[in-house]
Each structure stands twice: as structure tokens, then as C-alpha cells.
């Protein structure tokens, strides 16, 4: 891996980054509060943004996630490309970092779906003999407004899936990625597929 400057937000993405892989966290703002503790930085210390963070943890995981980083996401893509051909009906969107490789063994793949109720989603998989467990997530907009969704858990072939259950038309209103606070990308079944094929390239 090419130098970095130590110090401030360059050593602290870095630091963050080999504690969301090592220790298997999904939450940057903790990653990033552990870097700057163990760094022994100013509790002040500006924090580097998190898509920073990812694209350190991509870069980690290319050159340390060897073997086992290019089955776990391709094994992940796989999965995500199964679950959204099972759940066609609802329109389904792969979001997240399994689009983006950045992973760890923690991380699940991300769904959006748009069923006319939530519960149907739910008694859908149910009846195809999966263990449901239902919960909700907070999403933040470009406008400020944070609404709160309902989820459907599952696991499959050792894979977690969460799907985050839209209303219908909100297809093209995504929030915000917590990745880089930009909009959350959101992949067809199509565009899942192609990736799921994709090469996935480590040093």
C-alpha cells in the first residue's frame, strides 16, 4: 500500500478502517471513535468523513482480504442475486457495500423493496420457509427528514439479507447513503446480476 501521511484524518481512516474489518463492525462512527482512542488523539480531533473511511476499507481488504474477502463478496453478491430473484414481485434494489466491496465478515447484503404493505414481504418468505425477523431502520434525506422503515431479516445459505420495506413510488426517492452522504445507489436485478459476474480484483 502506497505511503500515507500519519496523523489526523489520513491515519485515523486508515486506523478505522483496519478495525471495521478486523473486528468485524458495521458502524463507522464507532470504527472511527476506536481509531482515534487508540491513536491517541484529542477526543476534538477532526474525524475523516466516512467515505473515507470505505475507501480505505476497500483498499484494505484488496490487499490483505486475499482468498477468503473475494469468496465472502462474491458469495454475498450471489446471495443478493438469489433473494432478489425470490422476491421479484416486490421490485427489489441492491444497495450497500456489497456493491461497493466494502465488507467485512459482519456485513449483510442490503435490499430495498416496494411491496404494498410490509407485512407481505414478510408472510412471503415466511411461507417459502425462512426465519423472519422483523425490525425497522432510520433513513436519512436529502432534506433533512429521517423516516423510519420497516425490515425483513433472513438468512440465507449463511448469508444475511436485510430488505428495507418501501412504499411503494419510492423507487427513485432514495435516501442517503451513510457511506458518503450522497444517494443511496441502488442496483436493478439486472445490474446485480452483471456485478455478481464481475471480477473482483485484489493486489
Do not use: C, W
Not at 484524518?9 to 470504527?31: F, K, N, P
Not at 462474491?74 to 465488507?103: E, K, N
Amino acid at each position: 500500500m502506497a505511503q500515507r501521511p500519519q496523523g489526523g484524518a489520513a491515519e485515523l481512516a486508515l486506523e478505522a478502517a483496519r478495525i471495521l474489518v478486523e473486528e468485524s463492525l458495521t458502524d463507522y462512527g464507532i470504527a472511527k471513535r476506536k481509531a482515534a482512542e487508540r491513536l491517541g488523539l484529542s477526543t476534538r480531533a477532526t474525524l475523516p468523513d466516512n467515505a473515507r473511511v470505505q475507501a480505505e476499507v476497500i483498499a484494505y481488504q484488496r490487499l490483505f482480504g486475499g482468498a477468503a474477502y473475494v469468496r465472502r463478496l462474491s458469495r454475498m453478491r450471489a446471495a443478493a442475486v438469489q433473494a432478489m430473484r425470490l422476491l421479484r414481485r416486490f421490485d427489489p434494489r441492491l444497495t450497500g457495500g456489497v456493491i461497493t466491496g466494502a465488507i467485512a465478515d459482519a456485513h449483510r447484503v442490503q435490499l430495498h423493496a416496494f411491496p404494498d404493505k410490509a407485512e407481505m414481504v414478510d408472510v412471503f418468505l415466511a411461507e417459502r420457509g425462512f426465519q423472519v425477523e422483523a425490525d425497522e431502520r432510520d433513513y436519512r434525506y436529502g432534506d433533512g427528514r429521517i423516516e423510519s422503515v420497516p425490515l425483513a431479516r433472513f438468512e440465507a445459505d449463511g448469508i444475511g439479507v436485510d430488505v428495507a420495506l418501501f412504499e411503494p413510488g419510492q423507487e427513485r426517492r432514495a435516501p442517503l447513503s451513510p457511506a458518503d452522504g450522497l444517494s443511496a445507489k441502488r442496483l436493478t436485478l439486472v445490474q446485480a446480476e452483471a456485478l455478481a459476474m464481475a471480477v473482483i480484483e485484489v493486489l
